[in-house]
């Protein structure tokens, strides 16, 4: 596997209580998996930890069949990327946040280029005009389509995707997923997918393999991703 889950646990700081039960799951490359479930059951407290956003109260994460240790987190968190429902975005231009992460130490090797990010934006459907627009203009899907580009141009291994389309409309929704699907093709990196989304159609057209998460607890669906969703309606 690309990246695999070891018995991982998180538990509420303040209560002890368990957010998430412990969890054994391995990505491979070429994995597309859609996770759904009801709001509260621990989606995305599985999703940042499987990305080591958050601590682990147990188990451990490998990655390329090594161990991922305290100081392997930042070389992980580049290659396993999570992208949030509302994208955080800085003051400044959507270029100023495009080269953001490249002020970071983790990616001292490598620096902005232009031309490949304003080619991910023409993807999206965006004009040339997009990367000079201030952050602050940006509609809810915009600034979701720039969050991604700015994962996408530093070319990470597996992406965490948290109803990244959850509140865009539809144009913007296939917009950011054919920005996955080309991100699945686009170079011979491995690579994989984990969606999560309320919506059983998306859930379908992006992924192969369905999750479901309840009170916690990780399990393969039995159902198709429409009658799991329309039990949780
Ligand atoms: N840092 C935290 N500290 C304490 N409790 C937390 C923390 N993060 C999440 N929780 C709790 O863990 C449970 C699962 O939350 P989570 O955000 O993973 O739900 P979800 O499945 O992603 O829901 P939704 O579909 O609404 O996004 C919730 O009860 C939430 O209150
Ligand atoms: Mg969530």
Avoid at 162 to 191: C, Q, R, V, Y
Avoid at 194 to 212: G, I, Y
């Amino acid at each position: 596997p690309i990246v695999d889950a070891e018995d991982i646990t998180r538990r509420d700081p303040l209560s002890g209580q368990m957010l998430l039960q412990p969890t054994r799951f391995a990505l491979y490359a070429g994995d597309r998996v859609a996770i759904t479930g009801p709001s509260g059951s621990g989606k995305s407290v599985f999703l940042r930890a499987f990305a080591l956003l958050d601590p682990l109260d147990g188990g451990r994460m490998a990655w390329h069949g090594k161990r991922v240790g305290r100081a392997a987190i930042p070389r992980y968190r580049r290659n396993v990327a999570y992208i949030r429902q509302r994208p955080a975005i800085i003051d400044g231009s959507v270029e100023d946040n495009l080269r953001y992460p490249f002020s970071l130490k983790a990616y001292r090797d490598v620096s902005f280029d232009r031309a490949r990010a304003a080619s991910l934006a023409l993807q999206a459907g965006r004009g040339a005009d997009f990367l000079d627009k201030r952050a602050s203009d940006l509609s809810g899907g915009e600034a979701q389509i720039a969050a991604l580009i700015r994962v996408l141009q530093l070319s990470p291994e597996v992406l965490l995707l948290d109803e990244p389309t959850a509140s865009l409309d539809p144009e913007s929704s296939h917009a950011i997923e054919g920005l996955i699907e080309a991100w699945f093709n686009a170079d011979d990196k491995p690579h994989a997918s984990v969606w999560v989304s309320h919506d059983p159609a998306q859930a379908k057209r992006m992924s192969e393999r369905h999750l479901t998460m309840r009170a916690g607890v990780l399990a393969e669906a039995a159902r198709s991703p429409n009658a799991d969703e329309e039990r949780t309606q």
